[in-house]
Structure formats: structure tokens, C-alpha cells
């Protein structure tokens, strides 16, 4: 999956569950940063 697509799936789902990037990032041990980045498609996760 693409930067931007998965960006894309990570902002439905989390604004589904009605969570802000904060939460988000809390639940995954993370920052909001990184969220954000996912989300922009700046960056990604890396696939273990």
C-alpha cells in the first residue's frame, strides 16, 4: 500500500472511531507526530 493510501485508511478509521491523532497515538504506543505523518502520507509504518 502507498504512503497516501494508507494515510487515507489510518484517517477513516481513526475519525470512524471518533478518536483524535493524540488517542491514537497513545493506544499505538506512539507520537502524535508519527500520526500525523501517516496520515499525510509523509511517512509509514514499517511493515514487521
Do not use: C, I, P
Amino acid at each position: 500500500m502507498d504512503n497516501e493510501k494508507f494515510g487515507q485508511f489510518v484517517r477513516s478509521m481513526r475519525k470512524e472511531r471518533q478518536m483524535t491523532q493524540q488517542q491514537l497515538a497513545e493506544r499505538l504506543h506512539l507520537t502524535d507526530k508519527a500520526v500525523s505523518k501517516w496520515e499525510r502520507g509523509v511517512s509509514q509504518t514499517k511493515g514487521y
